[in-house]
């Protein structure tokens, strides 16, 4: 059995659900593509006194760093998706969603990377 699954002209390349190991652990996708393309998406997330929440991010190389400061325990995210990189001509976006589980952690990330059709 094949299922391909798409959203608004986005294929869906990858899918997970992932427990960290705790609130402020990150978390690293390397990504090999077929055209043999390496790079990799890592997600850092901290807490800060402020409260303040933020999101940045960074290019070091062939990562992506996502720095998720203050992310609500209920729930955050990203509301679009995010362009990543462009594969065989093809635009490649990531969408992700955390939030902390029970009062204490671990974090989870559910992310979705989509390519365009």
């Known amino acids: 059995m094949e299922i391909n699954i798409s959203t608004n002209g ?3 390349i990858s899918h997970g659900d992932i427990i ?4 402020d652990s990150e978390m690293k996708l390397d990504i090999k593509t077929d055209s043999d393309f390496q790079f990799s998406v890592v997600m850092k997330f901290s807490k ?3 409260g303040k ?3 940045r991010t960074s290019t070091e190389g062939n990562t992506i760093v996502f720095e998720c400061n203050n ?3 209920m729930g955050s995210g990203t509301i679009n998706p995010i362009s990543i990189a462009t594969v065989n001509g093809k635009e490649w976006l990531i969408h992700f969603w955390s939030y902390i589980m029970g009062d204490e952690g671990p974090r989870r990330v559910e992310y979705t990377l989509l390519e365009k059709e």
Do not use: G, I, Q
């Open 53 to 55: 929440r933020n999101f």
């Open 20 to 23: 960290l190991y705790d609130t």
């Open 48 to 50: 800060s006194e402020d």
């Open 10 to 12: 986005y294929k869906v």
């Open 71 to 73: 992310f609500n325990p």
